[in-house]
């Protein structure tokens, strides 16, 4: 009885996780990246920024009036549709007044350098539909983008969340041998904390590459060097395989399902390196593209869960167990590689500077992070298998029970996308 109210309790916390409303943001906020590409000189550093613009402007929202609108943001205006507010573009304030926009998002920005905070000055701005904006992966796309003819081209109203904010920012400070950027800012938006942060730094020939996951309150300390840049993707790769439950889950039934740590050793091992495979051929475009492919694999994720959860509780194979343990979680990896690889896709580019430093060191972080799951769980395993056999095996039994049954309304909610 015990047992069944855990199971219950489990099942009601996952429900919870898995229906929670996210939209209750009064801006849309259809596009979460930043990218910063920061080259050095002997006069300074030149930043060209390019944000999404409820970044910058959906914390200046004013109290209600008694309109029952909002005191709309700056460079916005509110309107309500189907009962909800909606914001607006203000391009008569962007044309009267562009720089008083350049200048609040400089002061959300904060780039440090040996404690100080130097001024920036405001080059270039421009303001770009979501869908028509240039490209930003390169320097030499960023400065493109910035040299349109128009700050902003007029047309039809706007959502804030539908518009891109790209800037070109100089900090005067002289030559720099270490910085950091951050940010003060705190919009409010739903889904903000997994922003994709990407930080280009340009010292010479050289080009590194950070990055960050969330609003950026803690400073990214930049330094040029390789494997401070490199560490940042493994922290990424890290808490893509942690915080991604579908991952975990099935790292976890893997777990309870070898009888021993030579079991354990040919699972892992045959997850590594499907997932690895696939990681960096999904990566690089060697796999379907159409719009079928990634609800497909996202479906056959969540179908690996209970196929694994079955052959936890399953008796173990007295010949060739372990090779066949091998072959099936390689193939499995399989599957996951290719989820990793759509998560890359959206924080790194194909043509990005040193990307298989970036490639290998999140596939290091994705390891770590397994690795902690294992650590973590197996000598749980062990101290529950020196308990009454019952124990163990009613204990295996309930947690595949649960991952099976989350990973059902998952199947049920991906398998939509075919109906």
């Not at 920036?120 to 303001?127: D, H, N």
């Not at 401070?228 to 790769?237: D, K, N, R």
Request: glycine content about 8%; proline content about 5%; aromatic content about 8%.
């Amino acid at each position: 009885m015990r047992r069944t109210k855990l199971v219950f309790a489990f099942l009601a916390i996952a429900m919870v996780f898995l229906t929670a409303d996210r939209s209750s943001a009064h801006f849309n906020l259809n596009q979460n990246v930043r990218v910063h590409h920061v080259v050095r000189s002997e006069n300074g550093l030149d930043v060209y920024l390019r944000i999404p613009l409820s970044y910058v402007v959906a914390e200046l929202v004013g109290p209600e009036g008694v309109d029952g609108l909002p005191v709309p943001a700056p460079y916005t205006y509110n309107q309500i549709e189907d009962g909800v507010v909606m914001h607006y573009v203000d391009q008569v304030e962007l044309r009267d007044n562009p720089d008083g926009l350049a200048l609040l998002a400089v002061g959300g920005l904060v780039l440090s350098v040996e404690g100080q905070v130097p001024t920036a000055s405001v080059i270039a701005m421009r303001l770009h539909p979501l869908g028509s904006e240039p490209g930003f992966a390169t320097l030499a796309e960023a400065k493109n983008a910035l040299s349109a003819k128009d700050e902003f081209p007029a047309g039809d109203e706007t959502y804030v969340g539908d518009v891109m904010l790209d800037l070109h920012l100089r900090y005067a400070t002289g030559p720099v041998e270490d910085y950091a950027l951050s940010y003060s800012s705190d919009p409010g938006l739903t889904g903000q904390e997994d922003t994709a942060n990407l930080i280009l730094d340009y010292n010479g020939d050289q080009v590194r590459t950070y990055r960050a996951t969330g609003l950026m309150h803690e400073p990214i300390s930049v330094s040029g060097s390789a494997t401070a840049a490199a560490s940042t993707f493994v922290v990424e790769g890290i808490r893509h395989i942690i915080e991604g439950p579908d991952h975990v889950l099935f790292v976890l039934c893997m777990i309870i399902g070898a009888v021993n740590l030579h079991s354990l050793l040919a699972r892992v091992t045959g997850f590594t390196l499907g997932h690895t495979v696939t990681l960096i051929l999904g990566f690089f475009g060697v796999a379907p593209s159409g719009d079928w492919f990634i609800p497909t694999v996202e479906l056959a994720i969540a179908l690996s869960i209970i196929y694994a959860a079955v052959m936890a509780v399953r008796p173990p194979e007295r010949n060739h167990g372990d090779l066949k343990a091998f072959a099936i979680t390689s193939g499995i990896g399989l599957l996951h590689g290719f989820g990793f690889s759509f998560m890359l896709h959206q924080i790194l580019r194909v043509d990005a500077p040193n990307v298989w430093h970036s490639l290998l060191a999140f596939n290091v972080g994705v390891e770590i992070g397994q690795l902690m799951i294992v650590l973590l769980v197996w000598p749980l395993v062990l101290i529950l298998r020196k308990q009454p056999g019952r124990i163990w095996v009613g204990s295996r039994a309930a947690v595949a029970a649960c991952a099976s049954l989350v990973a059902m309304v998952w199947v049920v909610q991906r398998a939509e996308f075919f109906l």
